[in-house]
């Protein structure tokens, strides 16, 4: 069982930046891959980034490659996502989700079984 707690959210211009954090209890933070998703109003909650257990593996949405930078700490049980560049296509709602899996990067959401509460993210033009 693992529990994520997100922080860091807010509202920036665009063009500014800003950098989400998700803190997961557990001890076996690195037997976990990491995702962040997101989800604007109307619209499906989508991948943003994925990184593997042991941070080796990365996996980036096409619309934030170059823009956005995911890491792990797995000495402090924490996933982070930078976030720089932001457009106004960039607002929604950013949850951080968990999947038992040592190896690999999992892209979709149904391969997630643990999942945060979220956290706003607004960029204005």
């Known amino acids: 069982q693992v529990q994520l707690v997100e922080s860091g959210g807010g509202s920036v211009q665009a063009g500014g930046s800003l950098s989400l954090s998700c803190a997961a209890s557990?001890?076996?933070?690195?037997?976990?891959?990491m995702g962040w998703f997101r989800q604007a109003p109307g619209k499906e909650r989508e991948i943003v980034a994925a990184?593997?257990?042991?941070?080796?593996?990365?996996n980036y949405a096409d619309s934030v490659k170059g823009r956005f930078t995911i890491s792990r700490d797995n000495a402090k049980n924490t996933v982070s996502l930078q976030m720089n560049s932001l457009n106004p296509e960039d607002t929604a709602v950013y949850y951080c989700?968990?999947?038992?899996?040592?190896?690999?990067?999992?892209?979709?959401?149904?391969?997630?079984?643990?999942w945060g509460q979220g956290t706003q993210v607004t960029v204005s033009s």
């Open positions: 990184i593997s257990g042991n941070g080796a593996r990365l």
């Open positions: 989700a968990a999947r038992y899996q040592i190896l690999g990067v999992p892209t979709t959401k149904r391969e997630y079984a643990y």
């Open positions: 557990g001890r076996t933070f690195s037997a976990y891959a």
